[in-house]
Every structure is written in C-alpha cells, then in structure tokens.
C-alpha cells in the first residue's frame, strides 16, 4: 500500500497544454506566474509546478532566462517546494526541456515515464479564432507528434539532475505502462524510494479519465511499489474535481491547476490558480483530511531543501 500521511496539494500553474485564448486569466508572463504561484502557495499548495511562457506571445518556453525571472521571486515569497517540468512543451528537444532544471538546481522535477501521443488537436474546434498564429498551429501538430522520453532520456535526466543536483522526481504516470517502466528503474537503483508517483488521467493518448482506471493504477502501483511510494492524482478538463476528490478518499496526494484545467466549475472559468486550490482544500478539510505544509511535504518526500538551489 502507498504511504500515507497528510495531504500534499500540488498547484502545477501554467503547463504548456492551453494558449491564451482559451483563458484570459492563464499566466503568460513572469510577473504574473511569480504572483498566481504565491497565490496558490499561500492558499496551501506545498508543491509548485512550474512551466515558462514567452512573455510576447505566451507560447511555451524553454529558456531558462525567463524561468530566472519567476523562480528567485517565488522562493523569496513563499516557502512552498518549487517543482520545475523537465516535459517542457510538444517539440522541444530534451537538451531544451533540462536547460532551465540544470540551471536552477530544483529540489524537484517532473519526470514523465515515457513516449506518447499526446493529442491537444480536438481543442481546435472550440475556438472560432485565436489570438496568435502560434496557436492553431500547435494544437494541429499534435496530431501527429509523439512526446519523446526513451529509456535512454529518462536514464539522462536522472543521471543529471537527480544525481548531479540532488533533484527528486514528481514521476508523471500516463498510462499503466508508465508504473512498469519506473519499476525497472527503481529494480536498476535508478530511483530511491520515497517515490512520488503521479497518476494523470485523461489526456488523449493516454488512460482515461474513468473512475475504474483510477483504481487500477493504484491497485498496479501498490503492487509494484508496496510502502515504497506516495501516490497523487491528477485529471484533465472537467474530470480534475471528481477525480483527485476520489483519489484523496482512497488515501492520495492531489494536483490542481490552470494547467490541467482552466475551470473552477461548470462552464466557469477559473480566475487564478490560488482558487482551485482553495477549492480542493475545502473539500479535502470538509473530509477530515489534513493538508500538509511545504515542510512536511519536504519529509514525506525527501528532498533536499529550499536553501540547496541555484535561484
């Protein structure tokens, strides 16, 4: 069975999956990822994730000198744990995806197990018109892009980061398949437990957003995994609420996020990350589940701590 302890929120504030017109409140710039990730932590999210946007047109950036300018603000701020995404956006390389990591030394990173299809074309047909050629375009390619992240990348990253930075890992589990391939690494002594593994559902290409494969992965985590992992939940679009509430009954951790959906009910968009948060707490309170602070989060999980980073 996954350990359990309090409940540790994730708020992953900006992703790289929605474009500006989807959302007017989705944090494009610097200044404005600095401030709803405050927000969000001082609503109680422990964990941070975080992606960069070009500060022109908000189209996702790799370059760590964007990142530079959110990380040291929100350290500054907030206590929270800072989780930087080595998944970066669909195209960039794997070189891209860890230049801002290595740079910034995070306690921790995102970590997807795996190559996929990873399909955002049928968002096309919701929107008459964009706000910026960019974003038709990078909807379209998905359809026929595989996100890369071989055996021999993900070795890569672990090597460089884990190793080379003391970085742990949010491990992104988006099909069953994914548990497998992070217990060969953790057979390999890749990885060290306390693992982090992070259940996601509903993207297309990967396992469906049903509460039945909610139950099958932790079933199959349990198995592969025993006492040597926390297990967290996330969902996509309109399954995210439903979804992670369950998994936080059935003992997990839970993320949130403008990242993993822009809305904080039906057909009402969400105004800042730090309001879903609000909403999963309340719930997950009304519960009788605790809400872990970003220094328990820090002990469940091992990591090495805010004073051992590079912003």
């Not at 047909?125 to 038709?136: M, Q, T, V």
Request: proline share 6%.
């Amino acid at each position: 069975m996954a350990k359990r302890g309090k409940v540790i929120i994730t708020c992953a504030v900006t992703g790289s999956i929605h474009t500006p017109t989807m959302s007017p409140h989705l944090p494009l710039t610097p200044d404005q990822v600095a401030e709803q990730a405050i927000g969000a932590a001082e609503a109680g999210a422990a964990i941070l994730h975080l992606h960069a946007r070009d500060p022109k047109d908000g189209r996702p950036t790799p370059d760590p000198a964007v990142f530079m300018q959110f990380l040291p603000r929100i350290k500054q701020a907030c206590d929270a744990v800072v989780n930087i995404t080595t998944g970066g956006g669909h195209g960039m390389t794997l070189e891209q995806r860890l230049a801002a990591p290595l740079k910034a030394s995070p306690e921790m990173c995102s970590l997807n197990m795996g190559s996929m299809n990873f399909g955002l074309y049928p968002m096309l047909s919701r929107y008459k018109e964009f706000k910026h050629e960019w974003e038709p375009q990078y909807l379209e390619m998905t359809r026929d892009f595989i996100f890369k992240n071989t055996f021999k990348d993900i070795e890569r990253t672990l090597k460089e980061l884990g190793e080379g930075h003391g970085t742990r890992f949010e491990f992104e589990c988006y099909d069953v398949g994914h548990l497998y391939t992070l217990a060969h690494f953790l057979d390999r002594k890749l990885v060290k437990p306390p693992l982090f593994v992070q259940t996601i559902f509903g993207i297309l290409g990967g396992i469906g957003a049903d509460p039945e494969n909610v139950v099958h992965m932790k079933t199959v985590a349990d198995k592969l995994f025993g006492e040597q992992y926390y297990w967290s939940i996330l969902a996509a679009g309109r399954h995210q609420l439903p979804l992670i509430t369950m998994g936080a009954i059935m003992g997990g951790n839970v993320r949130v996020g403008l990242e993993d959906s822009l809305y904080i009910g039906k057909g009402q968009l969400a105004r800042n990350n730090a309001e879903q948060v609000k909403r999963i707490r309340a719930i997950l309170e009304n519960l009788s589940l605790e809400i872990a602070t970003p220094k328990e989060a820090r002990d469940m999980l091992a990591l090495k701590g805010g004073d051992r980073v590079s912003f």
